[in-house]
């Protein structure tokens, strides 16, 4: 900075000894003239600098860095370094930025920038195909606009991006494609689609394959257990060891049915073409029902209580409900020690109906409560099989929930219980029918 200025006041400072000088040897007239010209000079070279500045301001991509003489030389040879650096730093950025856009392009999912407005960033070409989009032409466009499934458009809108959206039949009548948003940045998003047709053909392959499988056992099963409970009634089977033997192969098809029908109803549950059947469920009515099944199956070993602290309906499937409640009253008697408490209760929380069961049980470790609800999933593989559970409630009852909006909760600690939780969303809580009428 010093050097700059002793450099630039050289040329005034000068240029005044100079005209002192001429004032004492020819008078002040030719001193003053001498000096006025020199600066006017100066303030005329600077002048041109300036202009040549000014034209290469105007477009500096375009046009060479002028050359300057004195102090604009040094100025205009930073101005240099700093364009040579800022060209390097771009090409660099650039070639980042196609690089991330090849490997992007590669990709087999479809990748689409949105901006706060949901407005086309950037795409690539998997999502042309899954959107119909012009990677050129549709920058800047709204996505609803090109992207019109009602579906797609309330994704966007309720802005619950936990869960991917399924679509089947977007583009092309046999194509599903799955969509999953992150939000990122400042409120930008990242839209991306997957084809999952390859995968739903074989989830479907599957789930027909259980659904055929269950069907066909079922009917050899009830034959060979009507038999041998023909068997186990007969007045002249003496041998105790054949009434034993009886007595387990009853057991165990009986058990195996169970399992068929657990299948079956996995099978219906799983199906996307089957459609909840919305109907008002009396709540406190079936549980009491299931109270009286409950006690049945506990034959006295348990305190059963049951609380309805509301008397709210819902609206939802009442058969599927009864599957659901029943199979977490029966899995709280049956891994519920001797003389155990189990409490079931029907209330509302925040508006919200809740129905759950709290058992003084065993309780279950924390990193098992995760994996509840995968199929056939066990915590303790001997215990299951002395109770007789099939492994498939759990399944079950996610279903269910999931297809009725709500949301299962389990809190349970080890060697003092556990309490499973159904909480439903309160656009299913209906009012009374009397409280309909008035």
């Excluded at 899954?130 to 802005?159: C, M, N, S, W």
């Excluded at 936990?162 to 998003?189: A, H, M, V």
Aim: glycine share 6%; hydrophobic share 40%.
């Amino acid at each position: 900075m010093f050097d700059f200025w002793r450099r630039a006041l050289f040329f005034p400072f000068a240029m005044l000894l100079i005209s002192l000088m001429l004032w004492g040897m020819a008078g002040a007239l030719p001193a003053v003239l001498m000096f006025t010209s020199a600066l006017l000079l100066y303030f005329i070279l600077h002048l041109r600098q300036l202009a040549a500045l000014d034209r290469w301001l105007e477009s500096p991509d375009a046009r060479k860095v002028p050359d300057g003489a004195g102090l604009w030389e040094d100025i205009f040879a930073q101005l240099n370094k700093m364009m040579r650096l800022q060209r390097k730093e771009r090409e660099q950025h650039t070639a980042a930025l196609q690089h991330m856009e090849q490997a992007t392009s590669a990709l087999p999912e479809g990748v689409v920038i949105l901006d706060e407005a949901d407005r086309i960033e950037w795409c690539n070409p998997i999502a042309e195909q899954h959107f119909g989009l012009d990677g050129t032409r549709d920058i800047g466009q709204q996505i609803t606009y090109l992207a019109r499934q009602p579906e797609f458009v309330q994704y966007l809108a309720t802005k619950n991006y936990s869960e991917p959206l399924l679509l089947r039949g977007t583009r092309q009548d046999s194509l599903t494609l799955s969509f999953k948003l992150i939000p990122y940045g400042d409120n930008k998003k990242l839209l991306i689609s997957r084809d999952i047709t390859r995968f739903e053909r074989i989830e479907t392959m599957r789930r027909d394959f259980v659904a055929n499988v269950s069907h066909e056992l079922r009917t050899p099963l009830t034959v060979v257990n009507g038999f041998v409970e023909t068997l186990c009634d007969m007045p002249n089977l003496d041998n105790d060891e054949t009434r034993r033997a009886l007595h387990l192969m009853a057991e165990q098809t009986q058990r195996m049915a169970r399992l068929v029908d657990d299948l079956l109803t996995l099978s219906r549950l799983d199906n996307a073409l089957n459609a909840l059947q919305e109907e008002t469920v009396d709540v406190p009515t079936l549980l009491r029902t299931l109270y009286q099944e409950g006690q049945s199956l506990s034959g006295g070993r348990h305190g059963l209580r049951l609380d309805l602290e509301s008397d709210c309906v819902l609206l939802g499937n009442a058969e599927e409900l009864r599957s659901a409640f029943g199979n977490l009253i029966s899995n709280a008697i049956r891994y519920t020690p001797q003389g155990g408490e189990i409490v079931l209760r029907w209330q509302e929380q925040g508006g919200q109906p809740v129905f759950s069961v709290q058992d003084s049980g065993l309780g279950i470790a924390p990193q098992h409560i995760p994996r509840l609800t995968e199929r056939f999933y066990r915590v303790d593989h001997s215990r299951s099989r002395e109770t007789g559970g099939t492994g498939l409630g759990l399944a079950i009852v996610k279903h269910v929930v999931s297809r009725h909006q709500a949301r299962l909760e389990v809190a349970s600690e080890e060697g003092k219980g556990s309490t499973f939780s159904i909480v439903f969303p309160a656009k299913r809580r209906l009012p009374l029918p009397e409280q309909a009428t008035t």
